[in-house]
């Protein structure tokens, strides 16, 4: 023990002296860590806070549902009606139907608004937004609730009450919208509309495919029957996170390759310099019988300590420098937004694997040169 | 086989394969007592301690050292080997008195012990008010007696030293010798490669080493 602790010691001031004498050693490894770790941070960082954008993009718009929008003129034909034309998927969760009239509403404010009529079928997952004292509702997702405000449609006034729209219609309802019951204004739906069908998916449901099969299903089910149908769903967010995250294991990959490989090579090349000039040091110390891995030992943590404390600090100034770094490469706004969490996250821990693989494999040299005998190196 | 004895048997040696032997099939036993290894620069001296201590691993034969009769390894030479080289003998940033502790701390001697070694042999060496010093603040004479008593204060079995008083004044050389001699008495091992005649005296046994291999036999025709 007391051995161990006097060579610990003498290897402790030979490393710092060694540092002090020749700081351009450690200043080398610093900034090879900080340009590596700080490139990797700033790229992985980048792909996460664009990855967790687009989930929430994914569940504001609802991760399984589909939305139909489909126009109806007095004069269209089409093979099917609309109540059996997507009756064989009835089973794969709770389908609402509203339309949206060619007249559009006014505001007290000047705002234009479109206005959707609902019919039966829809009273029910409607509910919590109607009452039974005004069934025209305003949803207006930043207006107090239970509001009761003007709107004036073809130059008539009507009372309308405020409501937050429910989570389900968000990917109807982008904007403020009117909602009406079916045949408040029957000249005006006769002139046609837009049929806004939106399939609330059950997850849980023991027959529901894939988001694919069910767009494909729709369809086809439009191209038999010769209709025009604009589908909206979570599929083009699903593609474009399925890309992201393509991309992101791409370049974690080229990252791991980038760090490992470069601090391995200037780390060995330098801790190999090092080494052979104080390649007495070492050789006497085991001529004393000083264990050869005691020595493997120093240049390991050597190694492992600079890279790590310089690792930190490149994370910590690419954390600082978050906003200006990001803006410079033109990147979304949620991107550019500093978060904490992404500078916590498994992409950072995965920069420190390589950054510490990278600091192990540095140390091989030295571990192929303490082979020499002793006798070879003393002489 | 008497287990205090250091015995080369059968000992073939070249630092590479390609290389002319330094060393062939040598066989000589070293009996307690002092050895003085003489012979010309090249012929092979240095390697022969080094493969004695177990520094070099010989390309034949094999080494016997004390205590166990087998052939030297790091626990050995922790415990029972004090070697000093030709130079750079000492940690240049420990001072004296934690160079000779690092020895024997690691050939096992522990507490109060360390400390009445170290400073034993400092003060045998007159080296006692220079303890505190770093080596590279020492003379030459001083740095020499410093690994001497480096080698020395873990009391070892085989105390090998090459060329240690090559440069000494006779005074440095009379310190030296009589602390050899006095520490090796009947029971120990001492092997020395010198050139120096001042050390003969305290010799039990000199060794031409250019029997063995004459390596620099045309140096001769060349005086």
Redesign the interface.
């Known amino acids: 023990m ?2 161990s602790t ?2 610990a010691f ?1 290897l402790w ?2 490393t710092w ?1 060694r540092w002090f004498e020749q700081p351009g050693s450690v200043l080398a490894r610093a900034s090879v860590t900080v340009l590596t770790v700080g490139l990797a941070t700033l790229l992985l960082v980048a792909f996460s806070l664009l990855e967790r954008s687009l989930k929430q993009q994914l569940e504001s718009f609802g991760l399984s549902s589909v939305m139909i929008n489909e126009s109806f003129s007095p004069g269209h034909s089409s093979a099917m009606t609309r109540e059996n034309r997507f009756s064989h998927m009835q089973d794969w969760g709770q389908w609402i139907l509203l339309r949206q009239l060619y007249i559009s509403a006014r505001l007290s404010d000047g705002v234009y608004i479109s206005i959707y009529s609902y019919g039966k079928d829809a009273l029910l997952p409607l509910a919590p937004l109607l009452n039974s004292e005004n069934p025209c509702i305003l949803v207006a997702p930043r207006m107090p609730e239970r509001l009761t405000v003007d709107v004036e449609i073809e130059g008539h006034t009507f009372q309308a009450v405020t409501r937050r729209p429910l989570a389900f219609l968000t990917p109807v309802f982008t904007n403020q919208v009117l909602l009406v019951p079916e045949n408040r204004f029957p000249l005006h739906e006769a002139m046609g509309c837009v049929y806004a069908t939106l399939l609330l998916a059950n997850p849980e449901g023991p027959q529901l495919p894939s988001i694919e099969d069910r767009v494909e299903a729709i369809e086809e089910v439009a191209r038999l029957d010769n209709t025009q149908l604009n589908i909206r769903s979570s599929l083009d967010l699903h593609k474009k996170l399925k890309a992201l995250q393509d991309n992101q294991l791409r370049w974690r990959l080229i990252m791991a390759a980038v760090v490992g490989t470069v601090l391995s090579l200037i780390f060995g090349t330098i801790s190999l310099l090092e080494f052979r000039q104080n390649l ?2 070492g050789a ?2 085991r ?5 050869g891995r005691t020595l493997f030992l120093r240049t390991l943590l050597e190694n492992i300590f600079i890279a790590n404390l310089f690792a930190v600090l490149s994370v910590v100034l690419v954390a600082l420098m978050h906003g200006t770094l990001f803006k410079v490469f033109q990147l979304p706004r949620e991107v550019v937004r500093f978060s904490l969490s992404a500078y916590l996250s498994k992409e950072i821990a995965l920069i420190f694997l390589y950054v510490n693989i990278g600091a192990c494999l540095s140390t091989l040299p030295v571990h192929f040169a303490l082979k020499k ?4 190196i ?2 | 086989m008497n287990n205090n004895t250091v015995s080369f048997q059968h000992i073939g040696f070249r630092y590479r394969p390609a290389y002319p032997w330094v060393l062939e099939d040598f066989s000589h036993t070293f009996e307690p007592g002092v050895h003085l290894v003489k012979g010309f620069s090249g012929c092979g001296k240095s390697t022969l301690l080094r493969l004695g201590a177990g520094y070099l691993l010989p390309s034949a034969g094999c080494v016997r050292v004390p205590p166990f009769g087998e052939a030297p390894d790091a626990a050995f030479q922790r415990a029972f080997l004090g070697f000093v080289f030709q130079q750079m003998n000492l940690l240049p940033l420990a001072s004296l008195e934690r160079n000779l502790e690092l020895a024997s701390s690691l050939a096992g001697v522990s507490g109060q012990e360390l400390a009445l070694r170290a400073r034993k042999w400092l003060t045998l060496l007159g080296l006692e008010k220079l303890s505190q010093r770093l080596p590279g603040s020492l003379s030459g004479g001083q740095q020499q007696r410093a690994s001497i008593a480096r080698a020395l204060v873990k009391e070892p079995q085989v105390l090998i030293l090459d060329e240690p008083t090559s440069g000494l004044d006779d005074l440095n050389t009379e310190v030296i010798s009589k602390a050899i001699r006095d520490y090796i008495g009947t029971s120990r091992v001492c092997i020395i490669s010198t050139h120096d005649h001042r050390l003969e005296k305290i010799a039990d046994e000199i060794i031409d080493f250019n029997r063995f291999l004459p390596m620099e036999r045309h140096l001769e025709t060349l005086v």
């Open positions: 007391r051995s006097l060579i003498y001031k030979d002296k007495f040091i006497l110390l001529s004393f019988g000083t264990p005998p002793v006798g070879e003393l002489s």
